[in-house]
């Protein structure tokens, strides 16, 4: 395996992959898994909590793996970008298997290396990823393995993503035994799927509840009428609402409101959208009735929000 590193890089995404297959190796009794570090000219990169890693090569001198890992973190512009995106699409062209962790598929995506093929990112980064990359199929789970991509949401999902690639090379005995060692409490599948947003952890609440909840998720520039979702659900809408007072103390309507004002929230940081075009997306009629919404749940105005492309 090989992490290309760019500047501001999640340490901790690397360290959970790389040790995952340290413990695999242990567990193994034998160096199965085999790792190196390269940076666009071999220099040491900085990460994201202000740590500095020497790398092993340079992008020149990069002899080809088995699979190669973008490492991204914190933001999808670098110095060295161009020079990444060249090397990337020329691995491509070679039908190199590349993975990304983190915003790492932000990069893959940008260097053509993801059309056609399924992919995942961090919850905080995936509506403007969708929006940047509409032909992509960007999900909400926490890894993807479609052909010869590996994609990652970052953090603890690094190391469900290589605890399901020992899972496939040396057996699921070994990769729950890898788990255990890490106090993991379960090998993740692809299908398990990233929190919603900020404090939203479902794991825990009814299946159904999940179901109208991923429902709204996915229906954000076209919002679905309370009477379908309560359909969706198998409920009559006096069911759906006593779920939703019961288990999140809020009504169908308004969580609805509030998934789809943090996705406008995410596409004023992470876009040049303009405010319209945002409010658009995420269901708003009219760019006026968004300000009110979005002042309502934030306390202040969504030009504050704005921010510069990253």
């Given at each position: 395996m090989t992490f290309l590193l760019v500047d501001r890089f999640p340490m901790f995404s690397l360290a959970s992959a790389a040790d995952t297959m340290r413990t695999a190796n242990e567990t193994f009794d034998r160096e199965f898994y085999k790792w190196t570090t390269v940076s666009v000219d071999g220099e040491p990169v900085m990460a994201s909590n202000g740590m500095k890693l020497n790398v092993d090569c340079s992008l020149r001198n990069q002899p080809r793996p088995d699979i190669l890992f973008v490492c991204a973190g914190t933001a999808i512009d670098f110095p060295e970008k161009p020079a990444v995106l060249s090397a990337l699409r020329q691995w491509g062209r070679l039908g190199w298997t590349l993975g990304?962790?983190?915003?790492?598929?932000?990069?893959?995506?940008?260097?053509?290396?993801?059309?056609?093929?399924?992919?995942?990112?961090?919850?905080?980064?995936?509506?403007?990823?969708?929006?940047?990359?509409?032909?992509?199929?960007?999900?909400?789970?926490?890894?993807?393995?479609?052909?010869?991509?590996?994609?990652?949401?970052?953090?603890?999902?690094?190391?469900?993503?290589?605890?399901?690639?020992?899972?496939?090379?040396?057996?699921?005995?070994?990769?729950?035994?890898?788990?255990?060692?890490?106090?993991?409490?379960?090998?993740?599948?692809?299908?398990?799927?990233?929190?919603?947003?900020?404090?939203?952890?479902?794991?825990?609440?009814?299946?159904?509840?999940?179901?109208?909840?991923?429902?709204?998720?996915?229906?954000?520039?076209?919002?679905?009428?309370?009477?379908?979702?309560?359909?969706?659900?198998?409920?009559?809408?006096?069911?759906?609402?006593?779920?939703?007072?019961?288990?999140?103390?809020?009504?169908?309507?308004?969580?609805?409101?509030?998934?789809?004002?943090?996705?406008?929230?995410?596409?004023?940081?992470?876009?040049?959208?303009?405010?319209?075009a945002v409010a658009l997306a995420t269901g708003f009629a009219s760019q006026s009735y968004f300000a009110h919404s979005f002042r309502q749940k934030f306390g202040y105005l969504p030009s504050k929000e704005r921010r510069p492309a990253r």
């Open positions: 990304a962790l983190t915003l790492g598929s932000h990069v893959l995506a940008e260097a053509g290396q993801l059309a056609g093929h399924r992919c995942t990112i961090h919850w905080q980064n995936r509506a403007g990823f969708r929006e940047t990359f509409p032909d992509i199929e960007c999900t909400s789970n926490v890894y993807e393995i479609d052909r010869n991509r590996y994609t990652s949401a970052g953090g603890t999902t690094s190391m469900d993503l290589f605890l399901e690639i020992i899972r496939r090379d040396l057996g699921l005995a070994i990769a729950n035994e890898v788990a255990g060692q890490f106090q993991h409490e379960r090998v993740r599948s692809p299908a398990d799927r990233q929190r919603l947003g900020p404090g939203r952890d479902l794991t825990s609440k009814p299946v159904v509840l999940r179901r109208i909840i991923e429902l709204m998720a996915e229906n954000l520039e076209h919002p679905v009428s309370v009477v379908e979702l309560a359909k969706e659900g198998g409920l009559s809408v006096r069911q759906m609402e006593r779920l939703f007072a019961s288990h999140v103390e809020t009504t169908p309507g308004r969580y609805y409101v509030v998934l789809r004002l943090e996705r406008a929230r995410a596409l004023l940081r992470q876009t040049p959208m303009s405010i319209l």
